[in-house]
């Protein structure tokens, strides 16, 4: 079974940074295709990052430029490093392995809000 634990969110202005940690058990980071997710309140959840088990990274175009993924294989953990948040980055968010729609087992998430 796949344990996921997100942590870092919180309160930030706009224009701030946080930097999200996801920890997993029963899933080896490293050896596969790992996203950042997040989920806003009355939308659907949408993809935010990506780094493949090759290190390669892409991101949505709301966030390229301003968010960078990165792991750590030792620790089998990823993270997601938000510069220049803005209102619109509020959500929940998530991380799991990619495409989403292979995976069911979810964390808690981390809430994010931007707001002055």
């Known amino acids: 079974q796949v344990q996921l634990v997100e942590s870092g969110g919180g309160l930030v202005q706009p224009g701030g940074s946080l930097r999200l940690s996801c920890i997993g058990s029963?899933?080896?980071?490293?050896?596969?295709?790992m996203g950042w997710y997040r989920q806003a309140p009355g939308k659907e959840r949408e993809w935010v990052a990506l780094m493949n088990s090759l290190g390669t990274r892409n991101y949505a175009n709301s966030v390229r430029g301003r968010f960078t993924i990165s792991r750590d294989n030792a620790k089998n953990t990823v993270y997601l490093q938000m510069n220049s948040l803005k209102p619109e980055d509020t959500a929940v968010y998530y991380c799991n392995g990619f495409p989403a729609h292979l995976y069911n087992d979810w964390g808690q998430g981390t809430q994010v809000t931007v707001s002055s």
């Open positions: 029963g899933l080896i980071f490293s050896l596969n295709d």
